[in-house]
């Protein structure tokens, strides 16, 4: 999903030592343009994204996914943003992805009477 707005605020950098490792997480409050303004608290784990390259005040367009997990019988829900880009002249912010976006896209084509399918 995606979401526009400018960042309000940026929370403290919080991390810890999980059954995976050490874990870093970033939160930041994004104050939404609509007719009646929302604000929504979006989480960045790792590095993922260079947090370093943002201010408050900026504009932004931020990529996320949603997830939900239950604990004890209670829910919890988080924000969780993969990609942010700036809203200055159309710039874009670099990412640290984890995979290479370079390869070019090439297809292979079948012939017309070539239409077994394994299933």
Do not use: H
Request: aromatic share 12%.
């Amino acid at each position: 999903m995606d979401i526009s707005g400018k960042i309000v605020q940026f929370l403290p950098v919080q991390s810890g030592q999980g059954k995976n490792g050490t874990w870093k997480k970033q939160e930041f409050i994004l104050e939404t343009g609509d007719t009646y303004p929302k604000k929504i608290c979006i989480a960045v784990w790792g590095d993922k994204i260079d947090m370093g390259s943002f201010k408050t005040g900026d504009m932004v367009d931020v990529s996320f996914d949603v997830e939900s997990r239950e604990y004890n019988g209670r829910w919890y829900t988080d924000v969780k943003a993969w990609k942010m880009v700036s809203k200055k002249a159309g710039s874009a912010v670099p990412e640290n992805t984890g995979y290479n976006n370079n390869m070019p896209g090439t297809f292979e084509t079948t012939s017309a009477g070539d239409d077994d399918l394994p299933f």
